[in-house]
């Protein structure tokens, strides 16, 4: 009887002490947040739970395979506890035994910094993640993140002191940066990041931040307060993989950032304080659907439907596409994003279906693309059908399907006396005179005559079937030729599929430009400058497909026209299809002042799929301040 209470007493403890601590941004009192101790802290032991965490480097034993970022190296002597707290220290430590090899992402020598990071044992999956610290008032960060199989979630990565004067001016010391990371290199983007201004110096108190990370969303907040919030559609939406879907191990860390300056002696030792760190679960319920992303094998692909007889193509809203070319989705343009969108209100069949809506007509086309390459089919006559589901308040009296390659538009499926609030089948047919091109699609165009004021329609299970099909030849393979690839900054590219152009992120807008000041061929050239360096990576892309190389040896080239003053000492270009990064090209000891051809050497493994392109790619740390250098005439060539 005596154990028994003392197991009853027991049990309330530990569900008392689960239950006193809540998200500090919980204002919902129906959530029900369950209290995470293995991957949480409070850090009132007089060491560190070593059953819990690992102190990077603690016998050998390094997460990741990775010492820290060069010059500085995780120490184990710099991770301990402190009146009550976790500190993460970085000091000047010239006498340290550094590591003899070269950090291998930037070349750079370990030597007189060392650093510390904490890593939990155990993982966790979706849920919230809390801590309250004070960043190291140092040129040094303070992260708090995550990682887990292809992916990383940096919930913020703090830099207490700037010592950069532009980045002093703008206030950088108050910044709250996260990223997520997308390791796979499945996707087109690699990197999703965004910044917050607080309204304080990171450095000059505690304070509590926190995200929430579920499986349509992640939310930043900052002492309880939302700061912003990226979801898996807008992911999606962009051409890019929702990766965080794996368990992962929580990260405290400091780091070098060498692109924002090193610390000296005189900045160190500098103190990354944390007095806790909690993590909480709760039901979110499609937690159980969720598939894990395994980049190999990728399992984290919804299959779309079974398909009903040859040469007959299915288009559903679960997820990925699988095709030949790897995983690929459902594409929105920028412009048609405020009307369509993939939800879970309602679905005919698996958990999502595509929505279109508008409350005041249109004022252009709207428009959804297919992935490239997702219709196959021969020549002859088929049927295409469809599921709606209609609002009874809906105008929409039309939709107008498009195939790609070759172009046909086919007759519109008409709505305005279909039935209105239930599922229910829309077909059309239509013949086809040529086999699909490698870069065949379907795209659904709504189009601003089609609705006069609100439009609320539901589509899933898109199908094609043969009906009466003729001359079933074998659909077309995807073939490339070696060849030379030219790429100027004259207008858009002639592409199979039509007209494209280079893309500018909007982050690197103030960065890149196309001008008339210079350009050795045509008008036009692409311009880079920068004032005072560079905030993030600056990058900007050929269209999709606008490269078509075979396996091989190639040779890069390009024309540039250095100024005088530039401090550019390198730059990147980035083959996406198959991924390859080409080695850095560097400027340092190039003519400046007049138009020069650079030449680049890579080797490809693989031939050219179909959305392959170019990337041209600045980091942070190639420019150091004032820059400016223009390009032209890139060509890529079989040698």
């Known amino acids: ?46 060491k560190i739970d070593e059953k819990k965490w690992l102190i990077q480097g603690r016998n050998g034993e390094f997460q990741s395979r990775w010492i ?59 849920g919230y993640m809390e801590i309250k610290c004070k960043a190291a008032d140092a040129p040094i960060t303070s ?36 990223t997520i990371i997308d390791w796979t290199k499945k996707s087109n983007r ?106 190999k094998k990728n399992t984290s692909i919804v299959q779309n439907p079974p398909l009903t007889n040859p040469y007959s193509q299915a288009f559903g809203f679960e997820g990925a596409f699988e095709l030949p070319k ?11 994003k405020q009307f369509i969108s993939f939800t879970k209100e309602k679905s005919h069949s698996g958990a999502s279906s595509l929505k279109f809506e508008t409350q005041n007509g249109l004022a252009h086309n709207t428009v959804i693309f297919a992935p490239f390459g997702s219709v196959q089919i021969p020549s002859g006559t088929y049927e295409l059908t469809m599921k709606v589901w209609i609002d009874e308040s809906n105008t929409l009296s039309e939709i107008q399907p498009v195939l790609e390659e070759p172009y046909l538009q086919i007759k519109p499926i008409k709505l305005s006396k279909t039935q209105k609030g239930k599922w229910i089948t829309v077909k059309q047919t239509f013949s086809r005179m040529k086999n ?20 609320l329609v539901y589509i899933d299970d898109i199908r094609i079937q043969t009906r ?71 990058v900007i892309f050929a269209p999709f497909g606008s490269t078509n190389i075979q396996a091989g040896m190639h040779e890069l080239s390009m024309k540039v026209w250095i100024a005088p003053s530039n401090t550019l000492n390198q730059f990147q270009i980035t083959l996406e299809d198959p991924y390859l990064q080409t080695a850095p090209i560097n400027l340092s000891k190039a003519k400046k002042g007049e138009w020069i051809t650079i030449k680049h050497t890579f080797n490809r493994n693989k031939a050219s799929n179909i959305k392959d392109r170019i990337r041209l790619v600045i980091q942070t740390n190639d420019v150091s301040d004032k820059a400016l250098i223009y390009f032209d005439d890139i060509k890529i060539k079989a040698i």
Request: proline residues 5%; hydrophobic residues 30%; positive net charge.
């Open 143 to 178: 992260s708090f993140w995550a990682t887990g199989k292809g992916q990383e979630l940096d919930v913020f990565e703090f830099f207490g002191q700037h010592i950069q004067p532009h980045k002093i001016e703008k206030r950088m010391d108050n910044e709250f940066l996260w």
């Open 468 to 538: 009466n099909s003729v001359n079933y030849a074998t659909p077309p393979k995807v073939t490339t030729q070696a060849n030379e690839k030219a790429f100027s900054f004259e207008g858009p590219f002639e592409l199979d599929r039509g007209t494209d152009r280079w893309y500018i992120p909007n982050n690197a807008r103030d960065y890149y430009s196309f001008t008339k000041e210079k350009s050795i061929k045509g008008s036009t050239s692409l311009k880079f400058s920068c004032e005072n360096g560079l905030d993030n990576p600056a």
């Open 1 to 46: 009887m005596k154990n028994t209470f003392f197991l009853i007493g027991l049990t309330l403890g530990i569900t008392a002490q689960a239950q006193k601590y809540k998200p500090l941004s919980e204002t919902n009192s129906k959530v029900r947040w369950k209290y995470l101790e293995h991957v949480s802290d409070e850090f009132n032991k007089d």
């Open 326 to 336: 790897g995983p690929d989705r459902w594409f929105i343009p920028n412009n048609s």
């Open 190 to 295: 690699r990197n999703w990041r965004d910044h917050y201004m607080l309204d304080w110096r990171v450095a000059d108190d505690f304070h509590v931040y926190g995200c929430e990370w579920s499986p349509e969303y992640l939310k930043f907040y900052a002492d309880g307060k939302l700061l912003g919030e990226i979801n898996k559609r807008k992911v999606l939406a962009s051409d890019s993989a929702w990766i965080l879907v794996n368990p992962m191990k929580v990260w405290v860390d400091s780091e070098t950032f060498p692109w924002n300056g090193i610390p000296t002696s005189q900045h160190l030792p500098a103190d990354f304080e944390i007095d806790y760190i909690r993590i909480w679960d709760r039901d979110y319920g499609i937690k159980e659907n969720i598939t894990r992303t395994t980049p």
């Open 68 to 126: 820290g970022r060069a010059p500085s190296q995780f120490s184990t002597e710099n991770v301990f506890i402190k009146d009550g707290k976790c500190i993460v220290r970085t000091q000047w430590d010239p006498d340290f035994e550094f590591s003899k090899k070269l950090d291998k992402a930037s070349g750079k020598k370990y030597e007189n910094i060392t650093t510390g990071a904490l890593i939990s044992r155990k993982e966790f999956q979706f």
């Open 436 to 455: 699909s091109g490698t870069k065949d699609r379907v795209r659904l165009i709504f189009k601003p005559s089609n609705t006069t004021k609100r439009g």
